[in-house]
DNA sequence: ACGGAATATTCATCATTCGGAATATTCCAA
DNA sequence: TTGGAATATTCCGAATGATGAATATTCCGT
């Protein structure tokens, strides 16, 4: 990915909070339409025009599809997600509602492939506080 | 100017350039266009888009038009510059060639308004090796 | 007033993006 | 094999962006 098409990703709103989500690790689309209320349509069109650039790859798994950003992870990417979570508080919050999410659904029989489920433990331990809406 | 539009700045190469140059210092149309080598209407029009988006300000002198980066200067701004002139070669070429040409325009009678005039005394001193083909 | 230098604008075209609505696909479970 | 959940695609219209050619404007010097 050359660096003007880093910058594309970061450009658009929602595209950059889709980013932030999973610079913190694998989500499925649901998931990720969970987190940020926002679309499905919306949803997957910004993830294929991320995978168009090269931002993200994803692989099938069962009924879901899930979606990581493409290793290695520049680090010009790494560094404006640092300084956008220090002065958008939005995108910090985003990560909360991720944790939260996660933590929710990791009681459910198959709550979401491993990759993801792995998280759901980890937001188990650092999310105590329920932030999201749809814990039951 | 909000972070979307800053990373716009940044997504197309002609314009990055071009930001690249001015954080430097304040120049005019025509410097920017000797220096990047590049079409009259293509500078006119991306340094339109980058007034239009608040990253630049501009005052005409005489026959000139001195262009700047808005101050302040976002710090997020600054940081990717600094991390993609490390990256790109050519981004610092420019910046050779920018010492150079305005080395090149000092000796002229009346070779630019006041602010981009005062750089060329500071290139003078930075750039005695001639690597730009305008110097006579 | 005229010519030239520096800059801006218009016009036409092509490609990209975006939005919403609708529909299609893939997969699993029962 | 039918239904539902998750995801993708298509269609459409509106908006934006880039390019190149041509033209317009602004200003200065003479």
New interface residues.
Partial sequence: MN???L??C????DR?RIVNLLAEGPLCGCHIQNILSLGQVKISKQLAYLKKLGAVNCDREANWVVYRLSEPVDP?LA??LR??RL??PGLAEDLKNRAGFLAGIAHEEKPAPEPVQKQCCIAMRFCHEKNNKDTK
Avoid: F, I, K, P
Avoid at 10 to 13: G, I, R, T, V
């Fill in positions: 660096t003007g098409d910058y594309l970061l450009a658009e709103s950059l010009l560094e404006n300084l956008l002065r958008s």
